[in-house]
């Protein structure tokens, strides 16, 4: 289901990923784990087409996700719910996943 391999990510010029590569199937479920500043969250960051310069592969149902916009990446299924910072002013975690949960696209409207 999502198959990301040699995922590289920068900050300027500094390189701070160096050839990730995960796999989840169907079904699965997979946990980041890592002290802090390891990249669980550039990782997921970049996955997400949340990083300025990325560079790889990342493919979620048969669709490479790099080079793609966000909201195409969303449109797919995927989605980010950061947990360091409030998205919305006064929303908790759990409010602000129900709210991506919410405005996910219906079966009906995501792209085949």
């Given at each position: 289901?999502?198959?990301?391999?040699?995922?590289?990510?920068?900050y300027g010029s500094s390189h701070v990923l160096q050839d990730i590569g995960i796999e989840v199937a169907r079904g699965e479920i997979v946990c980041l784990?890592?002290?802090?500043?390891?990249?669980?969250?550039?990782?997921?960051?970049?996955?997400?087409?949340l990083?300025?310069?990325t560079r790889?592969?990342?493919i979620f149902k048969g669709k490479e996700l790099l080079g793609q916009p966000a909201h195409r990446r969303f449109a797919l299924g995927l989605a980010y719910?950061?947990?360091?910072?409030?998205?919305?002013?006064g929303f908790r975690f759990g409010r602000t996943f129900a709210s991506a949960w919410w405005h996910r696209p219906r079966r009906s409207e995501r792209p085949s």
């Open positions: 289901m999502l198959q990301v391999s040699n995922l590289n990510a920068w784990i890592g002290r802090n500043g390891a990249g669980k969250t550039t990782t997921l960051k970049s996955i997400m087409g990083m300025d310069r790889g592969s990342a719910v950061p947990e360091e910072r409030r998205i919305v002013q």
